[in-house]
């Protein structure tokens, strides 16, 4: 009996949703292709398609484009997301500026990695990560840093989002937990009221809950004066959702001036949330397009 031989991935099409041509060059500004070959794309064998993808990095350079996709499908997009979390140094970062979850090791400690199917689950001391990795979901790379690789996993708009609340709110259990045992505890949006994530608070009876309660439908901004001093009591572990998925990190909460742990971590800074910023610095997507991780490389985050 013959064994059909493997047929192999498609190779996938550099399009970021960016679709607007170089008067100068006549490529794509945002896939740095000509015309011809975004219209011929679809019949194009693979070794078309492969020569087209070596002659893009020439093409982004001349352009001047930074943001550009990486040729992964998405089961690519998850083990090259493994690898960088087996590897150990970098960053993983959901949320948007001002309110950000930090998946890293401490030092000395190891990162544990599952998969399967299109989904990736990490653990490390203190922190927890799941990543879903559908047929929405893009690899790009910011290209022509001075130090350190920056990977963005951007998904689709028309792939769903996160809730969205315009203060602090009661969710009920947090059934999508990554760990069965936390599916009973309360999760708290705490409002951050953005499409991009969602920055919330896991909590049991205590005084952290009973805050919360009694400030329940508020803003951010006036909330977080009657729940702050409980939640750094308390530090319960916080939950930041993207489009991609979620972070959960156990650290303890540094109190008003002190400074966050080495490993996982999380930052809410209601000054910098007020700028409505999806991204950092430099780091716009086209409209097409949520943030749904990104990730640094050692001895990048931070720099700018």
């Given at each position: 009996m013959n064994t059909p031989a493997p047929v192999a991935p498609a190779i996938t099409s550099p399009c970021i949703g960016l679709c607007k041509l170089d008067a100068a060059t006549g490529y794509c500004l945002g896939c740095a292709r000509t015309?011809?070959?975004?219209?011929?794309?679809?019949?194009?064998?693979?070794?078309?398609r492969g020569a087209i993808w070596a002659a893009l990095p020439a093409r982004f350079d001349q352009l001047g484009v930074t943001v550009r996709r990486?040729?992964?499908d998405r089961l690519q997009i998850r083990d090259e997301a493994a690898a960088r979390l087996q590897a150990g140094p970098g960053t993983w970062v959901m949320g948007v500026?001002?309110?950000?979850?930090?998946?890293?090791?401490?030092?000395g400690a190891r990162v544990d990695i599952e998969t399967s199917g299109d989904t990736l689950i990490a653990r490390t001391s203190g922190a927890r990560?799941?990543?879903?990795?559908?047929?929405?979901?893009?690899?790009?790379?910011?290209?022509?840093?001075?130090?350190?690789?920056?990977?963005?996993?951007?998904?689709?708009?028309?792939?769903?989002?996160?809730?969205?609340?315009?203060?602090?709110t009661l969710c009920g259990p947090d059934t999508n937990a990554i760990d069965p045992a936390d599916r009973d505890a309360m999760l708290v949006d705490?409002?951050?009221?953005?499409?991009?994530?969602?920055?919330?608070?896991?909590?049991?009876?205590?005084?952290?809950?009973?805050?919360?309660?009694?400030?329940?439908?508020?803003p951010l901004i006036e909330s977080l004066p009657r729940i702050g001093a409980a939640l750094v009591t308390e530090s319960p572990t916080r939950v930041i959702e993207t489009a991609l998925g979620r972070i959960e990190v156990d650290t303890r909460i540094p109190p008003p001036g002190g400074v966050s742990p080495a490993g996982p971590h999380t930052h809410l800074l209601p000054d910098h949330l007020a700028t409505g910023q999806a991204m950092p610095p430099g780091m716009d997507l086209p409209r097409a397009y949520l943030p749904g991780a990104i990730f640094y490389g050692a001895g990048r985050y931070g720099a700018g």
């Open positions: 015309g011809d070959e975004i219209a011929t794309w679809r019949d194009a064998t693979g070794a078309a990486r040729p992964w500026p001002g309110a950000v979850a930090e998946f890293t090791a401490a030092p990560l799941r990543m879903a990795f559908g047929d929405r979901v893009r690899a790009l790379e910011l290209a022509g840093q001075d130090a350190g690789e920056r990977l963005i996993l951007a998904v689709k708009r028309d792939a769903g989002r996160p809730e969205r609340h315009p203060g602090l705490l409002g951050v009221d953005r499409s991009g994530a969602r920055f919330c608070v896991r909590l049991r009876d205590g005084a952290a809950l009973a805050s919360v309660r009694a400030a329940e439908g508020l």
